[in-house]
């Protein structure tokens, strides 16, 4: 499949997003309390999405990012999960907030949690996506927080890509 700006039909525009935001940051500021948090961005994806959403919360925060990769240059995901960069820092005892783009196959999710759960004794471990795109799950995982349902629709747009293009669109759109 290829994909031309002009084919692309707005899925969310830049005031849903927003609204969206203010709700999911309302959500967890009312969760951490003023706590301290270690946001852990998925990047590429997420990287605008995890930079809206910390700017609206209210506590000690610190950010660290890791990569990786499910979909290379497809539409779909590959059903593996290829740790391109996970170093993190110490995170037992800290309250961990994994933020990511969008919940597909799930594949991607669990092998995080995993991760996480596997190698750090965390204080709280929350999930945060943009999207969840439920009807495509192929694992038992779903985010504790997330800002719009999808169906089967590949999205871009807002940090979601194509063959790394039209990240930079401030809207979400399918073809």
């Keep these: 499949m290829d994909i031309k700006l002009e084919e692309l039909k707005i899925l969310f525009d830049e005031k849903q997003i927003r609204e969206k935001?203010?709700?999911?940051?309302?959500?967890?500021?009312?969760?951490?309390?003023?706590?301290?948090?270690?946001?852990i961005?998925?990047?590429?994806?997420?990287?605008?999405?995890?930079?809206?959403?910390?700017?609206?919360?209210?506590?000690?925060?610190?950010?660290?990012?890791?990569?990786?990769?499910?979909?290379?240059?497809?539409?779909?995901s590959s059903g593996k999960v290829n740790a391109v960069d996970i170093k993190l820092p110490d995170l037992n005892e800290k309250n961990?907030?994994?933020?990511?783009?969008?919940?597909?196959?799930?594949?991607?999710?669990?092998?995080?949690?995993?991760f996480i759960h596997m190698?750090?004794?965390?204080?709280?471990?929350?999930?945060c996506s943009l999207?969840?795109?439920?009807?495509?799950?192929?694992?038992?995982?779903?985010?504790?927080f997330y800002g719009f349902d999808i169906d089967d629709k590949f999205v871009v747009g807002y940090?979601?890509?194509y063959d790394e293009h039209y990240r930079n669109l401030p809207y979400i759109a399918y073809k």
Excluded: Q
């Design 21 to 39: 935001i203010k709700e999911l940051s309302a959500k967890l500021n009312k969760l951490y309390k003023g706590e301290e948090v270690i946001a």
């Design 41 to 76: 961005c998925a990047l590429k994806g997420a990287v605008i999405f995890a930079s809206d959403l910390i700017r609206e919360l209210n506590m000690p925060l610190r950010i660290e990012f890791i990569r990786l990769s499910s979909y290379g240059s497809s539409t779909k």
């Design 96 to 114: 961990v907030l994994i933020i990511e783009d969008i919940v597909d196959t799930g594949l991607t999710a669990k092998f995080l949690v995993d």
């Design 119 to 127: 190698n750090f004794h965390v204080k709280s471990l929350k999930f």
């Design 131 to 144: 999207l969840d795109k439920k009807v495509t799950r192929k694992v038992e995982i779903e985010p504790d």
């Design 159 to 161: 940090g979601l890509d």
